[in-house]
C-alpha cells in the first residue's frame, strides 16, 4: 500500500476499542490511507465521494469506494476490493484501442461497451451508487455483520441515516478520535513533507523581511510572500508548492488598515503547503524601535515559549505544557492571561491546525513522531499581534526544529 497508515499501530487501538475495520469519510484521511487522491468529487465534503476501509488485520488490504475519474490511482495503489461510482464528468479510457482501426466513435463504443443499458451521469455523485459500492466492499471483505468504527466527524449529518442503512447490520460506533490518534504520528514521508514545507516557508519568510518597512500594506506583504514561497520551491526543485499567510500589523492587527508605519507591530503568521501538508511559522517584528509596552510583551511571550520548548520530548503530556506556559505568563506580570491552546498538530487537514492540541483538557502524551506546531501568541487592539512559533518534530532524544533554526525568536526591530 502506498499510503501513510501504520497498520500495525491502527491494528493495536482497534483491537483496544474492539473495531474490525475503520471506514474513513475525510478526503484527507482517504489519501492518508490509500495513498491516492479522493478526487473532486469530494470537494463537495459529503458523504460518497471516496470511503476507504481499512481492516484490523494488518494482512489485509484497504478497501475502497471512489469515482470512475480517481479510480486509476487508487486501484494502483494496491486497494482492494474496489468499487468504482459515476460522477458527472464523461469520460473513457480510449488508450487500449488507438492501434486499432476505426474513427473515434469506433473507440468509444468499445471503451464503454460494459456500461449498463440506460447509463447516465448524476449532475454531481449520487450518493446511493456510492454507498451501494460501500455495502460491496464490506461485504466482500467479510464485515457485513462486523463492528465498524467511522469517522463520524467526517460525516455530516444529513447523510448519517444512509450510512447506517448501507453498513446495516454490521455495528457502527465513533472512531474519529481513534482516526486522530493514528494521523498524530506520522510516517517517514510525511515527516519529510513537513520538512520540506518548514524550510521553504523560513526561507520565503528570511526575504520578506527586508519589504517590512514603512508603507507597506498589508496585502502587499501577504502577496510578496506567497510570490516568494513560489520562487523559493522553483530553485529548491520542489513542485506542487502552495502556500497561506497570514500577515497582521499595527495596533489593530486582525484589521490592519493603512500603511505600515514606524513604532508598528508586525506579526507574521505564514506557511508553505507541500504535498498537502502544511507549515506553519510565526514571528513577530517591529518598523522602528519597539516601544517598551511591545517589549514587554513579547518578552514575556518569548520567555513563555522557551519553558515550554524545554519539554517537548517523549512521555510528557501536552496538558502540562500548558499549564507550564500559561504559569510562566502569568509570573511575568499578566496573570490575566488565558489562551486556550499553544499549539497544535500539523499534517494534512483542511487548514494549517489539526489534532492534538496543547491544551489544558489534552489527554496526549507525546511520543516520537509525532510532528507539533507550538506557539505563544497574543492579540492586543491597540498595541499589536504578538506570536512565537516553530515547528517540532518529536524525537526519541527530544524535539527538533523542522524548518532550518535561522529565525530568532527574539523581537526583531526593523530599521
Known sequence: MAGQIDRARAARLMQAAGLDALVL??????????????????????LGAAIAVVPADPALPVGAVVSDLFAGPVEAAGCAPLVRHPIWPETADLRPYLDETGDAAAWVARATAARPPGFTRPATFDRAAALAGLRQVLAAQGFGHARLGVELSAVPAADLPALEAACAPAGLQDASLLVERLRAHKSPAEIA????????????????????RAGATRDGLGQHFLELVRQVAKVRGTGGVTAWEYVGFGASPWASPGVLGRGDVVKVDVGAVVGGYSADLARTF??????????QVHAALRQAFEVGLAMFRPGVALRDIHAACLGAMHETGFPSYARGH?????????????????????????????VMAFELPWYLDGLG??????????????????AGGGLPHALVELG
Open 342 to 370: 499553544f499549539g497544535h498538530g500539523l499534517g494534512a487537514s483542511i487548514w494549517s491546525e489539526e489534532f492534538p492540541y496543547t491544551a489544558a483538557d489534552s489527554d496526549v502524551v507525546l511520543e516520537a513522531g509525532m
Open 193 to 212: 513533507w513537513l520538512r520540506e514545507a518548514g524550510l521553504i516557508t523560513e526561507a520565503a519568510l528570511l526575504s520578506l523581511i527586508p519589504e517590512i
Open 25 to 46: 469519510a475525510a478526503p484527507e484521511s482517504f489519501r492518508w490511507a490509500t495513498g491516492a487522491p479522493a478526487g473532486v468529487a469530494a470537494n463537495w465534503r459529503r
Open 286 to 295: 517591529t518598523c522602528g524601535p519597539a516601544s517598551p509596552p511591545a517589549r
Open 385 to 402: 499581534g504578538f506570536i512565537v512559533e516553530d515547528m517540532l518534530l518529536v524525537t526519541e532524544a527530544g524535539a527538533e526544529t523542522l
